[in-house]
C-alpha cells in the first residue's frame, strides 16, 4: 500500500561526478509541466560537483528526504558508482522510496547502485549493457531487457545514450504530456519535424 505522497516535486539526486547529460530532458520539461524540481545531496548546502565540473548546491540533504514529500526520485549516473559504496546511501534511499509506492527513475551508472542493493533482483530493468550490471554480483540478471528504457510499475531504468528516453518513461509514470509525449520523442530523439507542431498545438 503506498503512502499519499507529494504529487507536484521531484528531487534530483546530485553527487560528485555526476553525469550532466542524462537528466536534463526530464527535469527541464518536468519543470515546464508544472513539477517542482529539488536537488538532494549528501549534504544540503555543500556544493558536488559534476562530471562537466558544474557546481551544484543542493536544496535539502538525502537524510531528511522522505518519500511521501516527494512525486519521484532520480537517480543520475556518476563515476561513484563504479568506485565504491559512497553512493549507497542513494540507493537505500531508493528502496524506501519503492517500498513506500513513490517512484525511482535511474540511469547509466545509478542503475549499478540499485543493483547492488538488491532493487533489480525481480523487476524488468535496462541498463548501458547487461555485463555491465552482470559484474555486480546481482541476481537479477533474467531480467534484464534490451530496451532504451524500461518502467515497471514504480522504477524507471534506462543507460547512458538513452536520456530522452528515459525522460519519455519518467513523463508517463507521472502522467505528464498525456496525449503529446509520442511527439516529444519524436522531436528530441528523432529530430522529426511533423513532431514539433504536435507538441505544440
Known amino acids: 500500500m503506498g503512502i499519499e505522497s ?10 560528485d561526478t555526476l553525469a550532466d547529460w542524462e537528466t536534463g530532458h526530464a527535469t ?3 519543470a515546464r509541466a508544472g513539477f517542482t524540481i529539488r536537488t538532494v545531496g549528501p549534504v544540503a548546502e555543500q556544493p558536488v560537483t559534476t562530471l562537466a565540473g558544474v557546481r551544484i548546491v543542493p536544496d535539502l540533504a538525502l537524510a531528511d528526504l522522505r518519500p511521501e514529500d516527494s512525486a519521484l526520485l532520480i537517480l543520475p549516473g556518476a563515476e561513484k558508482y563504479d568506485e565504491g559504496d559512497d553512493l549507497a546511501p542513494f540507493t537505500a534511499k531508493a528502496r524506501a522510496f519503492l517500498d513506500a509506492g513513490v517512484p525511482v527513475a535511474a ?18 530493468h535496462t541498463s548501458a549493457v547487461s555485463f555491465y550490471l552482470a559484474a555486480t554480483g546481482y541476481k537479477g540478471g533474467d531480467h534484464y531487457v534490451e530496451a532504451d528504457a524500461v518502467r515497471d510499475g514504480d522504477l ?3 543507460g547512458p545514450t538513452e536520456p ?3 525522460a519519455r518513461e519518467i513523463f508517463a509514470r507521472l502522467g505528464a504530456y498525456e496525449g503529446k509525449r509520442d511527439a516529444w520523442y519524436r522531436l528530441f530523439h528523432d529530430s522529426d519535424p511533423a513532431a514539433f507542431e504536435e507538441l505544440n498545438a
Open 6 to 15: 507529494d504529487t507536484t516535486t521531484v528531487h534530483l539526486a546530485v553527487y
Open 28 to 30: 527541464a520539461w518536468l
Open 107 to 124: 540511469i547509466c551508472g545509478a542503475t549499478a547502485g540499485l543493483a547492488k542493493e538488491g532493487l533489480l533482483d525481480e523487476r524488468p
Open 156 to 158: 524507471i531504468t534506462a
Open 164 to 166: 530522452v528516453a528515459f
